[in-house]
């Protein structure tokens, strides 16, 4: 699951928190880029806040905060700073249930490759779940097929803002979108 | 107005065609977990058998382990006739909604062809008595053709002979007849006043001759037309 991270994730000291401020800076750069990195090759929407890939049927025990092949862990204070500068650059965002969606591409981006979705299936004007934009045969060979529901709510929210969907609700839950 | 606060409207049919979607997905969701389930028992059932290679067929485990693989690929059979059923269903729907706005064209399209075809009610008489116009138009301009045309433009002509005879003396028109010929039998002593053309045309042999003709073209005013086309072949 680490296998195609850059070498850098192998760099014994990049598990310490560095006390120089300026390097500590660098240090949680590279964190938030293996962070990205992991969860796009992974396609690990949900990542909690130990470094588990959260929704996945298979199960995995390792995190991604651990380097078993360097024999190297992240203490638990220095993971806190790594989230807590991913979500200063926005590059997560943490749900409800306390579980942080990584955000490999804005979800500016999500939304318009979704709208794109719609356009090129044909789906205009039409209802359709959640369910079948996410988990459904027409989408998967796109990018967000498998995206957690609460994520893509959220991004379906800003094509709403634009004026170009209305989000049905059943029993009060987002359950289909009707683009325009 | 505005963009951003048009909304969408959403009918009863695209309610219905969520309910519609939501248990298809409910199905979509069965058929993926059976899948699974079946593939993960054909799994267990292949490892029983690789372990005891010997009694592995008497096994009743494995017996009943098939036995269940079966069982729910049936079900998945069924869930996915099922799906397609519903599928079906929801494509009808969406297509009798673009019947319905198909129907509701046709009858605005129809009701505006109805109120265009009743301005046209007067027609017929406005055609009849076009027509009656036209016929009277005719009937006037054969009087007044008939009345003017016919001898007085004779009477003019014969008018006009007796003033020419009268000023010229001798029968003009004979002469204006023959003139194509008789010119072209005198030209030869033309050229001779105009030697000074001849040496800027193209130097052949039959070239003076052939201005001739236009020159003759230029008195007579009845010469062929041919001749210039001629005299720029032969350049």
Known sequence: MTENLPPIYNFPPLYTCQPNVLIREQQLNTWCDLLLEYAKNNNAWCINQEGFIM??????????????????AAPAPFIDQIWR??????????SSSGVYFMLWRT???????????????????????????????????????????S???????????????????????VMGIKVL | MG????????????????????????????????????FNERKRLKSLLRE?????TKNPRARILLKKIHYQSRLLDQAADQLINLENLVATVEFKLVERQFMAGLKQGNEVLTRLNREFKGAEDLMDSVAEQIAYQEEID??????????????????????????????????????????????????ADKPVVSPEMPSTGELPRIQDPDKAHERAGTQTKSEPQRERALA
């Open chain 1, 55 to 72: 929704g996945t049927s298979e199960s995995n025990n390792n995190t991604i905060f651990k380097n078993e092949s360097i024999q190297r």
């Open chain 2, 52 to 56: 005891d290679p010997k009694g592995g």
């Open chain 1, 151 to 173: 994520l893509c709510e959220e991004c379906l929210q800003r094509l709403c803002d634009r004026g170009r969907a209305t989000l049905l609700k059943e029993q009060n839950k």
């Open chain 1, 107 to 149: 979800i500016d981006y999500w939304s318009s490759l979704m709208l794109q979705w719609f356009e090129t299936c044909g789906k205009l004007n039409q209802v359709v779940t959640l369910y079948e934009l996410l988990e459904g045969d027409e989408s998967l060979n796109w990018e967000f097929h498998g995206m957690h529901q």
């Open chain 2, 3 to 38: 963009q951003g606060n048009s909304k969408i409207e959403v009918t009863k049919a695209d309610k219905a065609i969520l309910q519609l979607k939501i248990s298809k997905d409910e199905l979509h969701r069965y058929t993926k977990h059976t899948e699974t389930l079946v």
């Open chain 2, 142 to 191: 054969q009087v007044l053709s008939s009345s003017v045309v016919g001898g007085f433009e004779e009477e003019l002509d014969r008018e006009l002979e007796a003033l020419d005879q009268e000023v010229n003396g001798t029968v003009n028109v004979p002469e204006n007849s023959a003139i194509g010929a008789g010119e072209e039998l005198g030209l030869p002593d033309v050229p």
């Open chain 1, 85 to 94: 500068k991913m979500l200063q650059s926005q590059k997560v965002v943490k």
